[in-house]
Nanobody, 125 residues
Framework: QVQLVESGGGFVQAGGSLRLSCAASGRTFTIYRMAWFRQAPGKERDFVAAIEWSAGGRYYTDSVKGRFTISRDNAKNTVHLQMNSLKPEDTAFYYC??????????????????WGQGTQVTVSS
């Protein structure tokens, strides 16, 4: 089992920045990839970004490219999501997820085996 705990959410004005963190514990050696998803009220949970735990390959949804950066600290079993130039449409509950095995589609919600409880990000206009 892998446990994930997110932190760093909050309230920010448009154009501001936030940094989310996800701390993994338990059988972290089984992790292949970690990702961030987000869910706005009344909407589906959508892919934001992912990073391969060992190789470091990164993937982003188009709407955050150039604004968000995903990174990892393997020594601390932590993944970060640096969010810059935030927009009101980035407002959502952000979830950290972990995938135990290789899959060709980093953005598929169905590939992820473990989920955190989430953290709220609110961007005001």
């Amino acid at each position: 089992q892998v446990q994930l705990v997110e932190s760093g959410g909050g309230f920010v004005q448009a154009g501001g920045s936030l940094r989310l963190s996800c701390a993994a514990s338990g059988r972290t050696f089984t992790i292949y990839r970690m990702a961030w998803f987000r869910q706005a009220p009344g909407k589906e949970r959508d892919f934001v970004a992912a990073i391969e735990w060992s190789a470091g390959g990164r993937y982003y949804t188009d709407s955050v490219k150039g604004r968000f950066t995903i990174s990892r600290d393997n020594a601390k079993n932590t993944v970060h999501l640096q969010m810059n130039s935030l927009k009101p449409e980035d407002t959502a509950f952000y979830y950290c997820a972990a995938d135990r095995s290789f899959s060709p589609v980093a953005s598929s919600i169905h590939e992820y085996d473990y989920w955190g409880q989430g953290t709220q990000v609110t961007v005001s206009s």
